[in-house]
Every structure is written in C-alpha cells, then in structure tokens.
C-alpha cells in the first residue's frame, strides 16, 4: 500500500491550500483517514480525521478553518485549510487505517510541506 500526498507549498497568512493523499494498493477495507502535521522540534500531532461513515474529527486549533473529505471510491483524502496561520506552518503527513481481514493496519504518506508566512 502506497500514499501519494500533493498540494502543499508556501502561502501568506489568510491563504487557502488543499492538500490531497491518493491510497494505492491492496486494501483490503479502508477504515480511518486523518491528517497530522509536525512543526520543527515539535511532536507529530493529529490535525484531522474522517471516518468511513465521514465522522470528523479536528484539533481545536483548526476547527473552523480546515475541512477533511474523502472520496472512498479514488481512496482519496483531502485537507481543505482556509484563513492559515503561520503556527500552521509544518510537514503534513496523511494516513490510512486498513483492515486486512486478520488485523488492522496503519499506513503513512511521505508528507508534504506547508509554509505560512506572517
């Protein structure tokens, strides 16, 4: 199983970016998919998650201003982040948790970058 994640970049303060993360490979059953982020000399932290019945979840931090989706039939999930803010600024990392029919799995994208100037 692969994770191709795209859309990050650099934005000014106020600006919108969406990021996407493709899931390729043998998947078995696609349960969870969520965003994290990890500034420099910080821990990674969850910023979003979605359910397969599309329950959400954020952090307090962005609620209000990022919006995760998920289209289950491109395995596809994205990150919608309106009004950024410079502690916004991080490598965003997404993730998928699978069922493989025996146990569950956790699986990691590359991550891509996310700079917010003020």
């Known amino acids: 199983v692969q994770l191709q994640a795209s859309g990050g970049g650099f934005v000014q303060a106020g600006g919108s970016l969406r990021l996407s993360c493709s899931a390729s490979g043998n998947i078995l059953r696609m349960n969870s998919m969520s965003w994290y982020r990890q500034a420099p000399g910080n821990q990674r932290e969850l910023v979003a998650s979605?359910?397969?019945?599309?329950?959400?979840d954020y952090v307090d931090s962005v609620k209000g201003r990022f919006t995760i989706s998920r289209d289950t039939a491109k395995n596809t999930v994205y990150l919608q982040m309106n009004s950024l803010k410079p502690e916004d600024t991080g490598v965003y990392y997404c993730?998928?948790?699978?069922?493989?029919?025996?146990?569950?799995?956790?699986?990691w994208g590359q991550g891509t970058q996310v700079t917010v100037s003020s």
């Open positions: 979605i359910t397969r019945t599309s329950m959400t």
């Open positions: 993730s998928i948790d699978t069922w493989t029919g025996a146990f569950s799995r956790k699986y």
